[in-house]
């Protein structure tokens, strides 16, 4: 019986998986750098290389929260198009500008697990998807979500799945999960949002809703803040413990001349 093999490439906490069949050949460089899949790592840098069976999904990024740490792992074909860093349970992920329909596609990450000093920022110039498959994560020094993209962000709260978010008390962050670009709420799973510092959810675009339940439990300002508009489609939206608008659609124009408030607690 034949398993097919995935080549395990380690930095730290983020690791690249690289199935057997897709790596090719693998260049090192003066003996300090190695090439695999167009990412190139310094050798001095790896903590270990190891070979297992386990499976690889292309364009998929997972995260794993575990209380003060935090352990990234990148499918091997978008290994080259995104940077990593990891301090302690503080995730970063930059999207290189090479990211489009001629090159990889979409790129999904995939968040799990628990953290009470935890975050995910992702920064990028392309369309994404953050799946929540049971994230329980606090940040009490800014935003736990901190999605600066301006396109297209759909947030995927997974089938039976609980999700809380909380920011810090005190900070920046014009919310507790916070989206350059369009925001879009999906799924079948329930989302729980305590905003600390300001608005529960912040989008510099738009904000939809399908299918998922969201509790804004509490924001020292709105539930919701949204610079185009608010759709909801299906699902759930409770707004509590705010003290300004439940929902807040700013529509800006050059002017600035209209600011409307969608839905009051």
Same mark, same amino acid.
């Given at each position: 019986?034949?398993?097919?093999?995935?080549?395990?490439?380690?930095?730290?906490?983020?690791?690249?998986?690289?199935?057997?069949?897709?790596?090719?050949?693998?260049?090192?460089?003066?003996?300090?750098?190695?090439?695999?899949?167009?990412?190139?790592?310094?050798?001095?840098?790896?903590?270990?290389?190891?070979?297992?069976?386990?499976?690889?999904?292309?364009?998929?990024?997972?995260?794993?929260?575990?209380?003060?740490?935090?352990?990234?792992?990148?499918?091997?074909?978008?290994?080259?198009?995104?940077?990593?860093?990891?301090?302690?349970?503080?995730?970063?992920?930059?999207? %290189? =500008?090479?990211?489009?329909?001629?090159? #990889?596609?979409?790129?999904?990450?995939?968040? *799990? &697990? $628990?953290?009470?000093? +935890?975050?995910?920022?992702?920064?990028?110039?392309?369309?994404?998807?953050?799946?929540?498959?049971?994230?329980?994560?606090?940040?009490?020094?800014?935003?736990?979500?901190?999605?600066?993209?301006?396109?297209?962000?759909?947030?995927?709260?997974?089938?039976?799945?609980?999700?809380?978010?909380?920011?810090?008390?005190?900070?920046?962050?014009?919310?507790?999960?916070?989206?350059?670009?369009?925001?879009?709420?999906?799924?079948?799973?329930?989302?729980?949002?305590?905003?600390?510092?300001?608005?529960?959810?912040?989008?510099?675009?738009?904000?939809?809703?399908?299918?998922?339940?969201?509790?804004?439990? %509490? =924001?020292?300002?709105?539930?919701?803040? #949204?610079?185009?508009?608010?759709?909801?489609? *299906? &699902? $759930?939206?409770?707004? +509590?413990?705010?003290?300004?608008?439940?929902?807040?659609?700013?529509?800006?124009?050059?002017?600035?001349?209209?600011?409307?408030?969608?839905?009051?607690?």
């Amino acid at each position: 019986m034949a398993y097919a093999q995935t080549l395990n490439v380690q930095v730290g906490n983020v690791t690249y998986a690289i199935p057997s069949a897709q790596a090719s050949d693998m260049t090192y460089q003066n003996g300090t750098s190695l090439t695999v899949m167009g990412k190139t790592l310094q050798v001095a840098d790896i903590t270990r290389m190891y070979v297992d069976n386990s499976s690889v999904t292309d364009n998929m990024v997972s995260v794993e929260y575990s209380g003060d740490e935090a352990t990234v792992t990148i499918a091997g074909n978008v290994a080259r198009y995104v940077d990593a860093s990891v301090e302690g349970a503080h995730v970063s992920l930059k999207q %290189s =500008a090479e990211v489009g329909d001629e090159t #990889c596609g979409e790129i999904t990450y995939s968040l *799990s &697990g $628990t953290s009470t000093d +935890g975050e995910f920022y992702m920064e990028g110039a392309y369309k994404a998807t953050v799946e929540l498959r049971g994230l329980t994560l606090t940040n009490p020094s800014g935003a736990p979500l901190n999605i600066q993209d301006g396109k297209r962000i759909e947030l995927s709260v997974k089938k039976d799945t609980e999700n809380t978010l909380t920011d810090a008390l005190s900070g920046s962050q014009k919310g507790c999960l916070v989206s350059k670009g369009h925001l879009e709420l999906k799924g079948k799973g329930t989302l729980n949002i305590y905003g600390n510092t300001a608005h529960g959810i912040y989008a510099k675009e738009y904000v939809s809703l399908k299918n998922c339940t969201v509790n804004v439990l %509490s =924001a020292v300002k709105d539930g919701v803040n #949204c610079n185009q508009y608010f759709l909801m489609e *299906s &699902g $759930t939206l409770s707004v +509590g413990g705010v003290a300004d608008d439940g929902v807040q659609v700013s529509y800006k124009d050059d002017t600035d001349w209209l600011k409307t408030p969608v839905l009051s607690p």
